[in-house]
């Protein structure tokens, strides 16, 4: 079981930033590749980005592209989100995730943080 817990998310005006944490316990950190997930109301879980197990890789979607990077440091156990040039429509649920796939299918991530809360106003 891998336990994870986000932190970070906030209102901000758009073309502002912020930073999400994703702290990790249970099994080894490094195991697991990590993806960043976010849904907005009334729409599907979509998929943010992904980082490899030692982070020498990661993927984004494209509207996000440019703006977002994820980053993370296996000896905390902690992922993150750096977020600017933040838009009204990134305003939703922030989710961090967890799986041994190389994957963007939210499916095939077996275990989720609680989510963070990012609200951006124009």
């Known amino acids: 079981q891998v336990q994870l817990v986000e932190s970070g998310g906030g209102l901000v005006q758009a073309g502002g930033s912020l930073r999400l944490s994703c702290a990790a316990s249970?099994?080894?950190?490094?195991?697991?590749?990590m993806g960043w997930f976010r849904q907005a109301p009334g729409k599907e879980r979509e998929f943010v980005g992904r980082i490899s197990r030692i982070g020498g890789i990661t993927s984004y979607t494209d509207s996000v592209k440019g703006r977002f990077t994820i980053s993370r440091d296996n000896a905390k156990n902690t992922v993150y989100l750096q977020m600017n040039s933040l838009k009204p429509e990134d305003t939703a649920l922030y989710y961090c995730a967890a799986t041994i796939l190389v994957s963007r299918n939210p499916t095939e991530y077996p275990y989720w943080g609680q989510g963070t809360q990012v609200t951006i106003s124009s």
């Open positions: 249970g099994q080894t950190f490094s195991n697991y590749a």
